[in-house]
């Protein structure tokens, strides 16, 4: 019996925003080409673990409306994230399963329950080219992906080949302990930033006192957040300096701006405070007009969140896969 053949499907509706994303393009920030990658590195880790890729093979993201998807080839695949009423046909999906699409089947979505992104995981990986590194898509600077846009009507998919035994991975479910609680009003924890000398005690304890809402100015670069003004001591200028995702950064008019995945790689703005890489995911959840809190924490209480977070998943679903490099 030969090796399964690649995922193949073609887009019969986009939806409202389908890119390829996977953890991102590191190395080339010092360029001016931001990490970009999946907003929600957790789902995406997971799926792909559930169908025996590394961790770091390109799914697709989908947002808020996914597409709908004709697979002509039979695949193993998963979908974590955000609940987006996913359906094979007309039966409903199981999140965060391995499960098997076959020859003809059609994936779509509904009606979003929970959350803002889902992840669609094939075994293989979404074969697209490598681009400094990654095969996400950055669509500001058009990179990455499909010619660096988002998937459009009649769109081909392929993937890459199955790694060996896809298909005994079929009806793997994700531990409940391990998912992450998804609220459209969540509490994150945080760690003061670089520049928190620069805020007065007050705005200390309006950040970890208030709840922010995020405004409609928000996307995959960032959240403008409207909430409980945050007080520059001084001068709110600055030498621009290095922004990762999760940074909280304070214009002059004292709302925060929460940068995600594809937020720009150096900043002017003072950071109050950076999201530990634990709860980013449920940052990476929201919509305009969810809201979000924040608890502040000291860096080795987050440090140690990070490694039993990652001990948990290694437990409970280690990577099989020996492939981590997206050219591999």
């Known amino acids: 019996m030969g090796r399964p053949e690649p995922a193949r499907f073609r887009v019969v ?18 360029f001016g080409m931001p990490v970009s990658g999946a907003m929600d590195s957790f789902a995406l880790r997971v799926g792909n673990r559930l169908v025996g890729n590394p961790d770091g ?3 697709l993201e989908l947002t808020v409306h996914g597409p709908e998807l004709l697979f002509e080839t039979e695949a193993v695949i998963a979908v974590t994230g955000a609940d ?5 046909d007309a039966a409903p999906v199981p999140l965060w399963t391995a499960l098997r699409a076959t020859r003809g089947a059609t994936l779509s979505f509904g009606e979003r329950r929970r959350g803002a992104r889902a992840y669609l995981a094939v075994a293989g990986g979404i074969d697209v080219p490598v681009v400094l590194g990654s095969r996400a898509t950055h669509l500001p600077s058009q990179t990455g992906g499909f010619g ?33 609680a998804y609220s459209s009003a969540p509490t994150v924890r945080v760690v003061l930033g670089p520049q928190a000398e620069g805020f007065s005690t007050e705005a200390i304890e309006a950040l970890e006192g208030g709840r922010y809402t995020v405004s409609p100015q928000s996307d995959r670069m960032g959240y403008r957040l409207i909430g409980p003004p945050l007080a520059h001591v001084g001068s709110t200028g600055m030498v621009s300096d290095a922004t990762p995702a999760g940074a909280l950064q304070v214009p002059a008019n004292r709302q925060p701006i929460l940068l995600m995945a594809d937020c720009q790689t150096t900043g002017g703005y003072p950071k109050i405070a950076v999201v530990i ?4 995911p449920l940052a990476a959840q929201l919509l305009p007009g969810d809201t979000i809190s924040f608890s502040i924490i000291k860096v080795p209480e987050a440090q ?10 290694e437990t409970l679903l280690p990577c ?9």
């Open 84 to 88: 987006l009423s996913a359906k094979m």
């Open 304 to 313: 140690a969140i990070a490694r039993e977070q990652r001990a948990r998943l």
């Open 148 to 180: 660096g846009r988002a998937l459009a009507k009649d769109d081909q998919v392929v993937g890459r080949s199955p790694p060996p035994g896809a298909a005994t991975r079929i009806g793997q479910v994700v531990s409940t302990s391990l998912l992450p």
């Open 57 to 59: 093979a390109a799914a």
């Open 277 to 280: 890489s634990a709860d980013l």
């Open 320 to 328: 099989k896969s020996t492939t981590s490099t997206p050219g591999k």
């Open 13 to 30: 509706r986009p939806g409202l925003l389908t890119t390829v994303q996977d953890l991102g393009r590191y190395g080339f920030q010092r």
